[in-house]
Structures are given as C-alpha cells and as structure tokens.
C-alpha cells in the first residue's frame, strides 16, 4: 500500500517516521521550504555576532520518565535538557505572585484564597464525570477543584498555553485532563502517570522535525497541494502545483482550515466540520536584556487576563534553553493575545513594542531597556477547541471516504506531547 502525506509539521512528520519503522513507506508533501510547521528554531545572531536563536512556536516540551514523549526522544538520539523547576509567577492584583513549585506550598501563598485552598485539596474525593456529555474546560475544573480554582489560578494557566479565555473552551483543549480524571482524580493521575517537566531537545525544539526528516526517505519541500481526485480503482490521485501523484491512501496533516479546503469536493460533510474549528492568533515580542533578579533565573510570569487584556505574560527563554542568548543576558518573549478575545479595552492601539514594553515595565519596573527586539506573528497558530469540538472532530472524521484521513494538533491535542501521544494511539486503532 502507498501512502502519501500532505503536511510537513511534527504531525506529519511523526506519522512518517512511525510507518517508517513498521516498514511502511510513506511520502510526505510540505508547502514550505523547512518542514517542522510551528516547531522551528530560527536564528537570532547577538549584535557581536553571538549565534543566539528563537523559538518560532512552542518553547520546550513536558515530559516525564518512561514516558511516550521520553522513549521518542530516546530512539531518536536526541539529548534532552532540564534546568529544573524554575520560579514562576502570576501577575494578579498588579503585582507577581510567586507560584510553589509544588501544590503544598499553595498552602501559604497568597495565589488564591483560604477558601479556594481548602477546596482544591478535596479534589481526590470528587466523583468522576461520565465521558459525555462534553464538558467545559472551566466547568470540569470548577466541579474537580472548585469554582476559586476555575477563576483565580485556571485562567492565567490556559491563558499562557492556549492565549484563549478558559470559559470559552472544552475540556477536550487539555486532553490531560480527563486522562487523569480517569485515574480516579487528578492528583491519583499526576502521581501515578508521572510528574512532567518542561524539557527542550539540544539545538532548540527544531531539532526534533530537522531528527525526523533525516530518517524520513522522502519528504518534498516547497510542495503544495491543491487537489484531491478519486480514481475509478479506489486509489487517490493528489494534484499539486506542477506535481501530481497517486496513492493508495492519503493523509491530511494539515491544520483544519487547510484541510477543509482540499476536502470540499471529495468530502463536503467533512469540510464543513473542519471549517468550523477556529484557530487563535498570537503576536510575540522577543527582547534582550541586561539580567535581573530573579527573573532571569526562572521560567517566566503569566497575567490574570483581567489585568492584561491583551497581554497574556512573558516567557524567560534564556533559562529554558542556555542557546538563546549568551550568559550575562536576559532573554523575554512575551505574549499578546486576540484583541477580539480578551476584551481590549482599546483594540485599535497598535501592540507594537513600545506598547509591549509598557506592559512589562507595569510588572516589573526594574526592566532594562532592550539590546534588541524582534517581532513575531502568528497567524492561526493554535487551534482553538470551543464547546462542541469533540463534535466537530467526530463530524470531520466519521465524514471521510475510505483511503482519506485527517490528524492534527485540532485532533490530538494542541501541545507536542499531545501531538505524539496522540499519533502513537492514533495508529495503534
């Protein structure tokens, strides 16, 4: 059998190598010239000349030990690294708010209430939900934790992850979720699926896609589809710009919107489905800076979307991953949500770095001025999985026509764990 994947991304990417190793070849179409979607480390060169680097899309992966994400990295000989748990703050109340690094210390923090405390420890004895119907992301938190829980710690946390406002979403946007609801309550899941941490591969996030193309025979750059064609024999023929080929089976990793368009004649249900999965946007603002403690020295500050509206908080890349910038410089990259999202008191206030800048000396006044920014927009970056996605996935899959299929972060789950959890149970059905 002969199967052709359009899609380039770790999604692709991932199912390839997997069909690979079962010795299953399989030849993947990416419409960009450098495979790996969102999951690409770009250069960003100091002013000296200093090979420092970005992150395009997410800033390392949660892993922990023995673990699907674990074993992956392992057989493809890629080393990663952890600096530890790292301080962490919210932005509420307009100041920053520590957050424990583990959830005793949530006893003498000022994060949330007595109240909400005292709840949120009764978590393990709350029954579990049945699976249908859907539940709200806030509504699951709120009947496990309590509703202090839903709106005092849930979301600046969702906020920094999906830069979309929890009430909005499904309990599907965080997949985790219900894996641990399973074990009986989410504190028996944590403990017993294993504690994560953020890790990042040597060389960035991209070298994972960068691992996978070289022990992926085929993949074709700069190859875009732009139609489907069944044949009389049940094959597929893909059409794309001066290249076509046929296939005995074809896979669609390709975000949802882009999917649909090429599903529309073949499989309008389908389409319709996809089309209906909106997709949120994001700017960042990566800046360098002289250090300051103790933020140069932790993972970062997420804001209470009632004190942000737009802005969603500040990353430290320089110590998630020592490559980004040179010792002796603090390197942020700050989030800036959908206007349309969080309410922006004044949307049509251009969020350019001085805007930015703003924002950041409100929490931290101390902040040096920049030795450089660089700008980042990202159109359709993360799907956005509202009330009713679970629906929608079905709708989508359940639509398609024997030898088509359909995968993707909208799928899976938004995150690279997700991604490659997903894919792994994906091909075991």
Same mark, same amino acid.
């Not at 992956?72 to 109340?93: M, Q, T, Y």
């Not at 649909?260 to 997709?279: F, M, N, T």
């Given at each position: =059998?002969?199967?052709?994947?359009?899609? &380039?991304?770790?999604?692709?990417?991932?199912?390839?190598?997997?069909?690979?190793?079962?010795?299953?070849?399989?030849?993947?179409?990416?419409?960009?010239?450098?495979? +790996?979607?969102?999951?690409?480390?770009?250069?960003?060169? =100091?002013?000296?000349?200093?090979?420092?680097?970005?992150?395009?899309?997410?800033?390392?992966?949660?892993?922990?030990?023995?673990?699907?994400?674990?074993?992956? @990295?392992?057989?493809?000989?890629?080393? #990663?690294?952890? #600096?530890?748990? &790292?301080?962490?703050?919210?932005?509420? +109340?307009?100041?920053? !708010?520590?957050?424990?690094?583990?959830?005793?210390?949530?006893?003498?923090?000022?994060?949330?209430?007595?109240?909400?405390?005292?709840? =949120?420890?009764?978590?393990?004895?709350?029954? !579990?939900?049945?699976?249908?119907?859907?539940?709200?992301?806030?509504?699951?938190?709120?009947?496990?934790?309590?509703?202090?829980?839903?709106?005092?710690?849930?979301?600046?946390?969702? *906020?920094?992850? $999906?830069?979309?406002?929890?009430?909005?979403?499904?309990?599907?946007?965080?997949?985790?979720?219900?894996?641990?609801?399973?074990?009986?309550?989410? @504190?028996?899941?944590?403990?017993?699926?294993?504690?994560?941490? #953020?890790?990042?591969?040597?060389?960035?996030? &991209?070298?994972?896609?960068?691992?996978?193309?070289?022990?992926?025979?085929? !993949?074709?750059?700069?190859?875009?589809? @732009?139609?489907?064609?069944?044949?009389?024999? &049940?094959?597929?023929?893909?059409?794309?710009?001066?290249?076509?080929?046929?296939?005995?089976?074809?896979? $669609?990793?390709?975000?949802?919107?882009? *999917?649909?368009?090429?599903?529309?004649?073949?499989?309008?249900?389908?389409?319709?489905?996809?089309?209906?999965?909106?997709?949120?946007?994001?700017?960042?603002?990566?800046?360098?800076?002289?250090?300051?403690?103790?933020?140069?020295?932790?993972?970062?500050?997420?804001?209470?979307?009632?004190?942000?509206?737009?802005?969603?908080?500040?990353? !430290?890349?320089?110590?998630?991953?020592?490559?980004?910038?040179?010792?002796?410089?603090?390197?942020?990259?700050?989030?800036?949500?959908?206007? *349309?999202?969080?309410?922006?008191?004044?949307?049509?206030?251009?969020?350019?770095?001085?805007?930015?800048?703003?924002?950041?000396?409100?929490?931290?006044?101390?902040?040096?001025?920049?030795?450089?920014?660089?700008?980042?927009?990202?159109?359709?970056?993360?799907?956005?999985?509202?009330?009713?996605?679970?629906?929608?996935?079905?709708?989508?899959?359940?639509?398609?026509?024997?030898?088509?299929?359909?995968?993707?972060?909208?799928?899976?789950?938004?995150?690279?764990?997700?991604?490659?959890?997903?894919?792994?149970?994906? $091909?075991?059905?």
């Amino acid at each position: =059998m002969t199967t052709l994947i359009l899609g &380039g991304g770790i999604t692709g990417l991932l199912t390839a190598w997997h069909m690979q190793q079962r010795g299953e070849p399989a030849e993947v179409w990416e419409a960009a010239e450098e495979p +790996g979607g969102w999951v690409q480390t770009l250069p960003w060169p =100091m002013t000296d000349g200093w090979p420092g680097r970005f992150e395009k899309g997410p800033q390392g992966i949660l892993v922990s030990p023995g673990s699907v994400a674990d074993k992956l @990295f392992r057989i493809l000989d890629l080393d #990663l690294h952890s #600096l530890g748990k &790292g301080a962490r703050w919210v932005g509420k +109340g307009g100041r920053l !708010v520590p957050v424990p690094a583990h959830p005793i210390g949530l006893i003498t923090s000022s994060l949330m209430t007595w109240r909400t405390k005292l709840r =949120m420890f009764l978590e393990p004895f709350q029954s !579990v939900g049945p699976e249908e119907p859907e539940e709200g992301l806030s509504d699951f938190i709120a009947r496990r934790a309590g509703r202090g829980m839903a709106e005092e710690l849930l979301p600046p946390m969702v *906020a920094g992850i $999906l830069a979309a406002p929890p009430e909005l979403l499904s309990v599907d946007a965080i997949p985790k979720l219900r894996q641990w609801e399973s074990y009986g309550s989410m @504190f028996n899941g944590i403990r017993k699926s294993g504690i994560s941490h #953020l890790m990042v591969p040597e060389g960035g996030m &991209g070298a994972l896609p960068k691992r996978l193309v070289e022990r992926i025979p085929m !993949v074709r750059r700069g190859l875009k589809a @732009f139609g489907l064609e069944r044949l009389p024999n &049940g094959r597929w023929k893909v059409h794309g710009q001066g290249h076509s080929a046929e296939a005995d089976r074809v896979i $669609l990793a390709l975000p949802a919107f882009e *999917a649909a368009e090429l599903l529309g004649p073949v499989a309008q249900g389908s389409a319709e489905a996809l089309k209906a999965i909106p997709y949120t946007s994001v700017k960042l603002w990566n800046s360098r800076h002289d250090p300051l403690p103790p933020y140069d020295d932790g993972f970062g500050f997420l804001i209470h979307p009632s004190e942000g509206k737009p802005y969603l908080g500040s990353l !430290v890349p320089s110590w998630i991953d020592k490559g980004c910038a040179p010792k002796g410089v603090m390197q942020l990259r700050s989030f800036i949500g959908d206007s *349309a999202l969080w309410g922006d008191p004044r949307p049509e206030e251009p969020k350019d770095w001085a805007w930015t800048e703003r924002n950041l000396r409100h929490w931290v006044p101390a902040l040096a001025a920049p030795s450089q920014t660089l700008e980042v927009i990202s159109i359709n970056a993360i799907p956005r999985a509202e009330k009713g996605h679970r629906g929608r996935v079905c709708q989508a899959v359940e639509g398609l026509p024997q030898g088509l299929d359909w995968i993707s972060n909208a799928r899976f789950g938004p995150g690279v764990r997700d991604v490659i959890e997903g894919i792994e149970e994906w $091909l075991r059905t």
